[in-house]
């Protein structure tokens, strides 16, 4: 029997839409509202403009599995919205809006980012698609851990 890999990865764009702050401290509001699963590379590449909303391809970047994060996967397959984390940071040297930094299927790795409050961390809507992918990855992968008392 051959041994399952302890992990995967597909590469995942993500659209994030630029719309006008609605507070005098925040010039635009950043929201991402949409993940591409098998998306071709991109770079802040503007897709549509409505008034003074804009949305970009932000990015595309893995979105990997990791076996050791079976139990966070099936958390939030749980969900009733499972969901991709993106986490966005504050770009350097402003050539693009934001740097998108990381997918990830894991809301306690999501959570770990928006615990730091550095980053902007965006919950995304999984596809049929997305969550059959990620389901069957966590299924094959997850393991009960028996309760021990101390």
Not at 27 to 54: S, T
Not at 76 to 97: A, T
Request: proline share 6%; glycine share 6%.
């Amino acid at each position: 029997m051959a041994k399952a890999a302890s992990q995967i990865e597909m590469p995942v764009g993500v659209i994030v839409r630029k719309t006008p702050g609605v507070t005098r401290w925040a010039k635009w509001c950043w929201r991402a509202v949409a993940a591409l699963p098998g998306a071709g590379p991109a770079d802040w590449q503007e897709l549509r403009r409505e008034g003074d909303a804009i949305e970009y391809h932000a990015a595309t970047l893995p979105l990997v599995l990791w076996a050791d994060e079976a139990e966070a996967y099936m958390v939030n397959l749980s969900d009733g919205q499972p969901s991709i984390y993106l986490v966005l940071r504050d770009e350097i040297n402003g050539e693009r809006p934001m740097d998108a930094v990381l997918i990830t299927a894991s809301p306690f790795e999501g959570q770990d980012y928006a615990d730091t409050g550095e980053e902007i961390v965006e919950k995304i809507p999984m596809s049929e698609g997305l969550i059959a992918w990620v389901r069957d990855f966590a299924v094959e992968h997850h393991r009960d851990e028996v309760f021990v008392k101390r």
